[in-house]
């Protein structure tokens, strides 16, 4: 499905609500809950969600979905303790197209529901522990049947985006788990500690940026990209959050960390650029993994 088609659907079916809200393919796919060991810390909890045309053994391609700095889970509304409209959304079209999706919760392990609020030097949960789960989690995939052990992919944002960056670090010093990413998509990323450093990715990773975003900016990432060889986009009057299929652009007085101190920053979804950055998410993964999938 091309962009143009793609936005033609979702605006038939009101944007993006044809997805994750009871319209998409995982409205008939039931997530499962995973125990996965932790690597010096709690087990992680995850959830897992698989094409429902794909017997429990048959090797597919997996993406390992990296949530931010509000978590997994719906805050409020209908949707309250479940995937985010967000979050269901992207699952429902990697379903379609027949890979299997890995939710790690990187924060109710560690009594967290939300890093958003805290200040970077008061948070407990750093980009060291969220390395520690995308490991722990390779780690268990390559126990699984079902995994194609080639053709795995790590997708973050925000927070889970900087999680991306930190796990694709050549520079990493702990040992590298059996099956790694064989591709990393980052949505706008924090890119200012890699920068700082001398990193460069293990394997091809890709960002999506949003050239009005005040919460994580795009020149760090854009600085980082041209200096290490990464590819990324830069999608115009996109704020962070560009790709939330419901709500609206919205000021977040409480966040502390963005480019303006104290001023907060801006979050939501933009109606244009969302879809395609959605689409070329998923146009990335055919690049990389070209040979057809049934879903």
Not at 55 to 66: G, W
Not at 111 to 126: G, H, K, N, P
Request: charged share 15%; hydrophobic share 35%.
């Amino acid at each position: 499905m091309r962009v143009v088609h793609l936005l033609q659907y979702l605006h038939r079916c009101g944007l993006w609500l044809c997805f994750g809200l009871g319209l998409g393919p995982s409205a008939h796919a039931q997530p499962v809950s995973e125990l996965v060991p932790g690597i010096n810390g709690p087990a992680l909890k995850t959830w897992v969600f698989h094409p429902l045309q794909k017997t429990h053994d048959t090797p597919r391609p997996v993406v390992i979905a990296l949530h931010g700095c509000g978590g997994i889970y719906a805050t409020v509304g209908s949707r309250k303790g479940q995937l985010s409209a967000r979050h269901q959304g992207m699952t429902d079209l990697l379903l379609a197209q027949g890979y299997s999706v890995v939710w790690p919760d990187s924060l109710t392990p560690r009594q967290e529901t939300s890093l958003c609020e805290q200040s970077m030097a008061s948070r407990q949960v750093r980009q060291s522990h969220r390395l520690s789960d995308v490991h722990a989690t390779l780690a268990w995939l390559a126990q699984q049947a079902w995994t194609d052990r080639h053709r795995v992919a790590l997708l973050g944002w925000s927070h889970g985006g900087s999680a991306v960056l930190a796990s694709s670090d050549s520079q990493q010093k702990i040992p590298q788990p059996s099956v790694t990413p064989d591709v990393a998509l980052a949505f706008y990323p924090g890119c200012n500690d890699a920068l700082r450093r001398a990193y460069q990715p293990s394997w091809p990773v890709h960002m999506l940026l949003g050239a009005a975003d005040d919460w994580t900016p795009a020149a760090p990432c854009v600085a980082l990209g041209q200096r290490s060889g990464m590819s990324f986009k830069l999608y115009p009057d996109s704020h962070h959050g560009f790709d939330n299929p419901v709500g609206q652009v919205q000021h977040l007085p409480r966040v502390p960390n963005g480019q303006h101190p104290g001023l907060g920053v801006h979050a939501g979804r933009n109606p244009v650029t969302g879809p395609q950055a959605w689409q070329d998410v998923l146009d990335l993964l055919k690049q990389r993994w070209p040979d057809p999938v049934s879903p």
